[in-house]
């Protein structure tokens, strides 16, 4: 059973790297923007005392980067092809070999998991060696976030892809979702300006919650428990919810 999962896994591994724009959008775009932005912009590289005294670039956009690719991966990539498989008959025609359906779905969210890697490893690696934007003070503190945070977002792919009728559906939604959960997190109007009740919102979405612990602990603070217990109520819901109404076919 292990043999065969890893050579399921492998093609879907596959077959990702075969679709440019989700290769494009869940780490290209994110290490690009990073990149270029703070290259070009001299206001991302200036010393901003609204943000105690941090760069733009250092924690807030970086942060921001790395939650840009999750949530592609998220809100996109996974529901969009596990929505498509069923469509295709896939899962059912997997039900009657030794691969169980259920085998297809831990493979792709071990490739999701894998590619949001890559993206934040690179983003963290260039950022550091282009712009000088600090490693992570907290390591220990950043991998459990960003961990938890990337369970979280792919357990709302998950139930996105458990009630969607169609791909296009899917992708509709996950795309109607993704800018608001996106702009609650501070994508656009970082969470330190943001109003108080608008902040308070945030700390209770998935985004902000798993926003704002990348910043800390890319800043080096321990991440607030508050934002930790929020990703994990956003994990266990969403997950046992679209465990309950997966359909394979």
């Known amino acids: 059973m292990t043999k065969s999962f890893g050579k399921l896994a492998a093609v879907e591994a596959r077959l990702f790297l075969r679709e440019p724009m989700a290769v494009f959008f869940a780490i290209v775009l994110p290490v690009g923007l990073l990149l270029a932005l703070g290259l070009t912009i001299p206001g991302f590289r200036d010393a901003d005392p609204s943000l105690g005294g941090q760069r733009f670039v250092d924690a807030p956009f970086t942060a921001m ?3 840009l690719s999750v949530v592609t991966l998220g809100l996109s990539v996974l529901p969009s092809s596990l929505v498509t498989y069923r469509e295709r008959g896939v899962l059912r025609r997997l039900s009657t070999t030794p691969v169980r359906p259920g085998a297809l779905l831990s493979a792709q969210l071990l490739i999701n998991v894998v590619v949001s890697v890559v993206a934040t490893t690179l983003t963290l690696v260039l950022g550091h060696l282009v712009l000088g934007v600090p490693l992570p003070g907290s390591p220990l503190a950043f991998v459990a976030v960003f961990v938890l945070g990337t369970l979280t977002v792919l357990a709302i792919g998950l139930l996105l892809a458990a009630v969607a009728p169609s791909s296009r559906v899917v992708q509709g939604v996950g ?3 993704m800018f608001p959960l996106l702009f609650l997190a501070g994508m656009w109007l970082p969470r330190p300006l943001m109003p108080e009740i608008l902040r308070r919102v945030s700390d209770f979405t998935p ?8 910043m800390d ?15 994990a109520g956003w994990a266990l819901a969403t997950g046992l919810v ?8």
């Open 65 to 67: 980067m790395v939650l």
């Open 242 to 249: 679209a465990a309950r109404l997966f359909r394979w076919e």
């Open 207 to 214: 985004t902000g919650a798993f926003g704002q612990g990348l």
């Open 217 to 231: 602990a890319l800043g080096g603070h321990a991440p607030q428990p508050l934002h930790l217990a929020v990703l």
């Open 175 to 177: 795309s109607t979702l």
